[in-house]
């Protein structure tokens, strides 16, 4: 039996979660198991949460509900969410590299890049993640695992990440780069006028 402490519910982790078609889930203690046509997806989660299966249905339950179970209920259930859905419809990032002489290439499975290094730049394969590369500025990341799809975008961006005056580097798709002016373009600009004194 559950021990309900005197706290708020979580609203979020209290909903069923609805396995999509395709999809099986396998519970294994605090060990879950994701697997779909997109691919396979397991984690671990808290011994404090409760994770049940009936009817297409996935719930989650803290054993003792206080203010440590209650934030962990709505990431719990956060978390599987994207894991079925993941399996089920999988996952991408893009990534755009800008600049001068960037391009990247697949060689096998992993990521070849021209960074403006005095050398190349190899990205190795990861298991669950696979790269590919529609043009020679461009970078997919595709997988089942969400958290793990954005994690390695992540890692890839940080090999080069957009420098603030030109916004060479590397970026993810549609993501607007706040340039910063040069020191051409900061006569007259700055909030204390050219003198450099309010």
Request: charged share 25%.
């Amino acid at each position: 039996m559950v021990k309900i402490a005197k706290t708020r519910t979580s609203r979020i982790g209290r909903k069923p979660i609805v396995i999509i078609a395709g999809v099986t889930v396998k519970i294994d203690g605090n060990r879950v198991t994701v697997a779909g046509p997109k691919g396979e997806v397991v984690k671990e989660f808290s011994p404090q949460i409760n994770i049940n299966q009936a009817d297409g249905r996935l719930t989650i339950v803290p054993k003792v509900l206080n203010l440590k179970t209650q934030a962990l209920w709505g990431t719990t259930r956060a978390l599987l969410a994207n894991m079925i859905d993941g399996a089920a419809h999988g996952c991408n990032k893009t990534l755009k590299l800008v600049g001068t002489g960037y391009r990247v290439k697949i060689e096998g499975e992993k990521l070849v890049m021209a960074l403006g290094y005095s050398h190349p730049v190899v990205f190795a394969p990861v298991v669950g993640v696979k790269f590919l590369a529609p043009d020679d500025v461009t970078i997919k990341i595709d997988g089942a695992d969400k958290g793990l799809v954005t994690q390695i975008a992540a890692k890839i961006k940080s090999l080069r990440p957009p420098e603030p005056y030109k916004g060479k580097g590397i970026r993810y798709e549609n993501e607007v780069i706040t340039k910063k002016a040069g020191k051409a373009g900061k006569a007259g600009v700055s909030a204390y006028g050219a003198g450099g004194k309010a």
